[in-house]
């Protein structure tokens, strides 16, 4: 059901990155949208324009719908799975602004610049209950949103309207809501990247088991409570490296950690949920990487040099063929 998080390199360089996990195929490609162009939403009766371009994991279906991306001034966003938790507005209701669920991450990117203007932004938006095509339903979802310098909200649909919430911790999965896995991090005080000191009871010395000790019962399973708090300590504790490419592999690491493969995680229909892709918003770099589960290849796209040749939309095809180099 999705995990996200935000990592900081050497460098001081932004990435926000996320599993993308679903029960059936989505078919989304890396989807470039150039300035000016215009998505309509409410059958054509409203609408809004792209200030900004950007790249993300996208699909076309009446208009283009994205899970993720990035723009060209450095704003991430991706939409994650809220399925217990998201409160929308009815469609009846005759508020000025709305959108569609499945409208707010191209409505982002296409509007913002920062974290600080999304949530000025946010302020006056309804988000109402109207179907996606996808999957035949109304889209239950929240948004993490970062920036060039590293800051990072979280949106979510309550019964109290858009709640934005400051996530210093750079983590958000699925339900419950952010503001209780915050909470439910304090459990896990006693977690470190060490190993654990000996302790004496009565005439007994325990020594604990060695290296990597220090992380007992830290949560292994694929519940949303359980990887926000695996993706927290990892998160925490990993390398900082510099480069673009250094940095693709360290989060890669990061998010193998939660990445689904098919079979381990059965719905109660009996398909499979699992991580269909990874993708990497780099946001100093304005680039868009992404991983597909069929694939050991990385694809990137390049939004500044887009800007510079491309004046129109263009969807990439990303082969899914395994590449393993034959030694001789």
């Known amino acids: 059901m999705c995990t996200s998080i935000v990592y900081e390199n050497k460098d001081s360089n932004f990435f926000l990155a996320r599993t993308m996990d679903f029960s059936f195929p989505l078919g989304g490609s890396p ?45 991430g966003v991706a939409s994650l799975y809220f399925s217990d938790d998201a409160n929308y507005t009815a469609l009846d ?4 602004h709305f959108l ?12 913002f610049k920062t974290v600080t203007e999304v949530i ?31 800051d990072t909200i979280v949106i979510e649909p309550t019964k109290n309207g858009l709640i934005i919430h400051n996530n210093p911790v750079k983590v958000m999965t699925n339900s419950p809501d952010f503001s209780w896995h915050l909470t439910n991090l304090n459990q896990y005080n006693q977690l470190s990247n060490t190993t654990l000191k000996e302790s004496l009871y009565h005439q007994f010395l325990a020594k604990g088991n ?25 998160s925490e504790h990993i390398e900082k490296v510099g480069g673009f490419e250094e940095s693709i592999n ?4 990061l998010l193998s950690s939660v990445f689904i493969p098919k079979g381990i995680k059965k ?14 918003m780099a946001l100093n770099d304005c680039s868009y990487v992404i ?21 129109e939309i263009k969807e990439f095809k990303c082969s899914k063929d395994l590449q393993i180099e034959l030694l001789q």
């Not at 699909?59 to 060209?72: C, K, M, Q, S, T």
């Not at 889209?139 to 590293?150: A, N, R």
């Open 210 to 234: 060695g290296a990597g000790s220090g992380a007992l019962g830290l949560p292994g399973d694929y519940t949303s409570i359980s990887r926000f708090v695996r993706t927290a300590f990892i």
């Open 31 to 75: 989807i470039f949208i150039p300035k000016d162009y215009t998505f309509y939403v409410d059958n054509d009766s409203k609408n809004f324009d792209v200030q900004y371009s950007f790249v993300g994991s996208g699909r076309h279906l009446e208009d283009y719908l994205f899970a993720d991306g990035v723009n060209e001034e450095g704003l």
């Open 250 to 253: 360290v989060i890669t690491r």
């Open 100 to 111: 569609a669920p499945h409208d707010v991450v191209a409505w982002l990117l296409s509007s």
């Open 120 to 150: 000025e932004g946010v302020v006056n938006q309804t988000i109402k209950a109207e179907e996606c095509s996808v999957i035949g339903n109304v889209l239950p979802l929240h948004w993490i949103v970062s920036d060039q310098e590293g």
């Open 93 to 96: 209701n005759e508020a000025e």
């Open 267 to 280: 719905k109660e229909n009996g398909k499979d949920d699992y991580t269909q892709f990874i993708s990497y």
């Open 291 to 311: 991983n597909y589960y069929e694939t050991n290849q990385l694809f990137k796209v390049d939004l500044k040099k887009m800007n510079r040749t491309q004046h």
